[in-house]
C-alpha cells in the first residue's frame, strides 16, 4: 500500500476520494459529506434557487422561440408583399414582424452588449435599414426584400470569426492570438 504524505499518511486511495480537488467537491457532493464530518463547521446558509439556475437553457429557448416566430410572420409578410397583396391586410403580419424582431433585438443585446460593433451587429443595422428603405422607396419593396432575406440568412449562418469581428475592437482574441481569417 503506498501512502500520501500530503493527506496525514492516507493510503492514496483514501487520499485521491478525500482530496479537496476531486471531482466530487463540483457537485456540493464533498461539501455535504464534509459538513456532516465536522459539526462544528456552520452550515452554509440557503438561498432560494435562481430561476435561471433551476432553467438554465432558458435564454436559449427564448431566442429559439423569437427566432422561429419571426421568421414565421416574416415569412407570412414577405409572400404577401412579393404577391402583391394590399399592404391593409398585411398590417398585423408587419405589427408582428416588427415586434419579434424588437424581442430578437432585446434578447441579443442582453446576451452580448457588444453586439452593435461586432459582425452580426452591423449586419442587424443592415437589415434594419433596408427594411426602412421600403417605407421611403416602395417602388423597391420587392428587390429591397431579397436583399433582407439574403442580409438576415448571411447574419445568422455566417461563421464565428466573422459573427464575433469588432468595428471598435478588430478580430476576436483567443488564447493570446488573433482569430485566423
Not at 487520499?15 to 452554509?44: F, Y
Amino acid at each position: 500500500m503506498v501512502f500520501n504524505k500530503s493527506v496525514d499518511r492516507l493510503p492514496v486511495e483514501a487520499a485521491s476520494v478525500n482530496h479537496p480537488d476531486h471531482r466530487q467537491e463540483q457537485s456540493g457532493l464533498h461539501r455535504q459529506q464534509m459538513i456532516q464530518a465536522h459539526p462544528t463547521q456552520p452550515k452554509p446558509k440557503s438561498r432560494p434557487p435562481s430561476p435561471w439556475v433551476l432553467f438554465p437553457d432558458t435564454m436559449r429557448w427564448l431566442n429559439i422561440g423569437a427566432r422561429t416566430g419571426h421568421i414565421a410572420v416574416t415569412g407570412i409578410l414577405f409572400g404577401g408583399l412579393v404577391l402583391a397583396v394590399d399592404f391593409v391586410r398585411l398590417g398585423r403580419w408587419h405589427l408582428l414582424t416588427i415586434v419579434t424582431g424588437l424581442i430578437l433585438l432585446a434578447l441579443e443585446w442582453t446576451h452580448d452588449s457588444r453586439w452593435p460593433h461586432r459582425g452580426k451587429g452591423l449586419l442587424v443595422l443592415l437589415h434594419l435599414g433596408l427594411c426602412l428603405l421600403i417605407h421611403a422607396l416602395p417602388t423597391l419593396t420587392v428587390p429591397l426584400l431579397w436583399c433582407i432575406l439574403i442580409s438576415g440568412c448571411i447574419g445568422s449562418h455566417m461563421p464565428r470569426r466573422y459573427r464575433h469581428w469588432s468595428i471598435l475592437q478588430g478580430w476576436e482574441v483567443s488564447d493570446g492570438k488573433k482569430t485566423r481569417l
